[in-house]
């Protein structure tokens, strides 16, 4: 039996969708069935083994659909291993460091039980969609600080630990 992993995301310029998709690579390298979904299509989560939650911050929050996907599926998430990601700084600092979670982010980490949470750098380019954005682009400030390569190895340790689990409760059954 595989196991099912669900990598949700929320996106407004779709740089957080391309985190997700090299996530979504990494565990199936790792033996794993992961789907990849945008929050907002998400139903039911009861076919998924595992889950893997992201979202861009805007403003120290995560994207609305994010926050809601959190609220409407608070109890099933609870039930199952969860792992969660940001993507945000527009600078190397996420690279550099570990960047603690914002307080709402904090918040559903204990009320999800979930594993654990990573602050991945953000990506702003030209071409993004709102006034905000396009502020902090004419300011100069903009780019793409993403580490695939940091991103792809975050996601291969949190699939060893789900193959290890398994593993395990295959043994003891």
Excluded at 20 to 39: F, H, K, S
Excluded at 84 to 107: H, K, Q, T, Y
Excluded at 122 to 139: D, F, P, Q, T, Y
Aim: positive net charge; hydrophobic residues 40%; charged residues 25%.
């Amino acid at each position: 039996m595989t196991t099912k992993v669900l990598v949700a995301y929320a996106t407004k310029n779709w740089s957080t969708a391309e985190i997700a998709r090299t996530i979504t690579e990494a565990l199936r390298a790792e033996g794993l069935e992961p789907e990849m979904r945008l929050v907002s299509e998400v139903g039911d989560i009861q076919a998924y083994d595992a889950v893997v939650l992201g979202s861009p911050l805007y403003a120290g929050r995560w994207h609305k659909d994010a926050r809601r996907f959190v609220r409407r599926s608070a109890q099933a998430l609870a039930k199952r291993p969860v792992w969660l990601f940001s993507s945000g700084p527009l600078d190397a600092s996420a690279s550099e460091r570990d960047i603690p979670p914002v307080p709402a982010v904090r918040r559903a980490l204990i009320r999800l039980d979930a594993r654990s949470h990573v602050t991945f750098g953000g990506c702003l380019e030209e071409g993004a969609k709102g006034r905000v954005a396009h502020m902090i682009l004419k300011s100069g400030k903009g780019g793409d600080y993403r580490d695939f390569g940091q991103i792809a190895a975050w996601a291969h340790r949190v699939g060893a630990t789900l193959g290890g689990e398994v593993v395990v409760a295959r043994e003891e059954h």
